[in-house]
């Protein structure tokens, strides 16, 4: 992918001076990722079909991989989850698939 990206110049500058992919890729992404998203993507875009200013609406117009790197830096300084955490996390998150919150 990041060659495709490489070879179409699909990088835009970000202001943490680094880069981020076209606003078409990330757009597809999270549409993917999220279908319900897709039918308000169709408002914003008719509002305004600039998809970089929609990416910088949706807050989105950052380097991945520093916000990556910045986010596991700020995990590691965290105290670690203890064990019962982690079974009440992973109920809510059944409870989340099933529907029932």
């Known amino acids: 992918m990041i060659t ?3 070879s179409r ?3 835009h ?3 943490n001076d680094g880069k981020r992919p076209c606003a078409d890729i990330i757009l597809g992404v999270i549409t993917a990722l999220e279908p319900k998203l897709s039918v308000w993507m169709l408002p914003f875009c008719q509002l305004n079909s600039d998809g ?3 990416i910088e609406v949706l807050g989105l117009h950052f380097d991945p991989e520093k916000e990556l790197k910045k986010r596991a830096e700020e995990r590691a300084k965290l105290p670690p989850v203890v064990p019962s ?3 009440e996390i992973e109920r809510i998150r059944q409870q989340l698939s099933k ?3």
Do not use: A, S, V, Y
């Open 52 to 54: 970089n200013k929609l």
């Open 13 to 15: 500058k970000t202001p």
């Open 85 to 87: 955490e982690i079974d």
């Open 9 to 11: 110049n699909w990088w």
């Open 99 to 101: 529907g029932e919150i």
């Open 4 to 6: 495709l990206m490489d």
